[in-house]
């Protein structure tokens, strides 16, 4: 009887055993289906999301041809302007350097013109 008694322990064993690997299978299937679930909300609420995107009115800005050419054209004016501007006040700069030195040299020639003697033309020595 010891035998049997053994034997059937040993059954009852292995049938706790095999209880208890069918409910962590259960469990596992479970959370198994339970992302699936989560997975497939996900899905449907990304969908719906992107159809409002997709639906959504697009609004394209078109500017007339002209617009578009006026904009370059008014810029180069405007640089041009300021560089006619720069250039004047160099030129105005240039000018009256210019005219400084040419004052210097006609001093500076009629003092050697005194020094030497000689009479500079266009200028009167009573004598």
């Known amino acids: 009887m010891c035998v049997v008694v053994r034997a059937f322990l040993r059954y009852l064993a292995g049938w706790d055993r095999y209880a208890a690997l069918e409910t962590k299978v259960q469990v596992i299937e479970n959370r198994g289906l339970a992302r699936m679930q989560i997975s497939d909300t996900f899905q449907a609420e990304t969908k719906t999301a992107l159809a409002d995107v997709v639906s959504a009115p697009k609004v394209i ?17 405007t640089r041009q302007d300021a ?16 005219s400084s030195i040419s004052t210097k040299v006609e001093v500076v020639g009629s003092k050697v013109d005194m020094m030497t003697g000689k009479s500079s033309p266009g200028v009167f020595h009573p004598r």
């Open 61 to 77: 800005v078109e500017e007339a041809p002209n617009a578009r050419m006026d904009r370059p054209a008014d810029l180069m004016i």
């Open 83 to 98: 560089m006619q501007q720069t250039m004047q006040t160099g030129f105005d700069l240039f000018r009256k350097d210019m």
